[in-house]
């Protein structure tokens, strides 16, 4: 009987009769999942007439072509294509704005290795900001020559004729002296003639200022030699050692593309 007591007391039932169970084991918590990466938009075409060189990324120089005042170039890059061209972006946010607009042509410059290739390309459009950005087509004219003309030896005395209006002043110390109306004559990447009223001594130093929108060239330069010539002075000046690289960029391009005309 003392047997049979001990026996119910350690293996008695639930109070509802059942007997008892051993809860179920928690379920293993699982680590979330990590979040997908956005999908990756579809790339946008490239327009099949721009040219191979054109790469995300590279590094242009912009020149617009309505600049007044004195000839300079901005460093662009590109930042993105489009549809129907690509995108460029000032590389400097301090620097000034890119002046030009939606119509005009832009003339964009890549150096690589020894080509300077040029390309001029229609403005698009123009989105503001901190660094605007400008929507170019491709381009209207591409030139592909060698880069730095003043570096290739006999092509540095390769020299043009050509006719623009062109404003003479003397150099006098910091001073400047009055406007003198002339044109040009001829020009290298070594030098310049023109044509003008006034006659200068060898050694003298002028500015010459040439007034056209396609060659907007102002530079400051020694006369090598001046004589008469049918009732005008022709002055021929050397272009200094420190001749700006833009300067120079600016007189090799306009070589280049008028040199097929000699």
Not at 59 to 66: H, M, N
Not at 89 to 116: C, H, I, M, Y
Not at 207 to 217: A, C, G, M, Q, V
């Amino acid at each position: 009987m003392f047997h049979n007591i001990l026996n119910k007391l350690f293996n008695r039932d639930d109070d509802d009769g059942e007997p008892k169970k051993t809860p179920p084991a928690a379920p293993e918590k699982k680590p979330p999942p990590e979040p997908k990466a956005p999908e990756r938009p579809p790339d946008v075409p490239r327009h099949q007439d721009i040219p191979n060189r054109i790469e995300i990324g590279i590094d242009l120089k912009a020149i617009p072509a309505k600049l007044p005042g004195k000839p300079r170039a901005w460093p662009v890059k590109v930042t993105s294509f489009a549809p129907e061209g690509f995108w460029v972006a000032r590389t400097d946010p301090e620097d000034e704005v890119l002046p030009t607009s939606v119509g005009e042509l832009l003339t964009l410059v890549l150096f690589d290795n020894k080509l300077q290739l040029t390309y001029d390309c229609p403005v698009l459009r123009i989105e503001g900001g901190t660094v605007e950005k400008v929507l170019v087509g491709p381009p209207t004219k591409t030139l592909q020559e060698e880069s730095q003309m003043q570096n290739l030896g006999g092509r540095k005395h390769l020299r043009i004729n050509f006719r623009l209006p062109a404003e003479i002043r003397t150099v006098l110390g910091g001073e400047l002296g009055p406007p003198i109306s002339g044109h040009t004559r001829d020009i290298s990447m070594s030098g310049l003639a023109v044509e003008c009223p006034q006659e200068f001594d060898a050694g003298a130093e002028i500015e010459i200022r040439i007034l056209s929108w396609n060659f907007p060239l102002k530079v400051r330069a020694f006369v090598v030699r001046c004589g008469a010539e049918e009732g005008k002075n022709i002055v021929a000046v050397s272009f200094p050692p420190d001749l700006s690289t833009i300067s120079q960029d600016l007189i090799g391009q306009f070589i280049l593309e008028n040199q097929r005309n000699v």
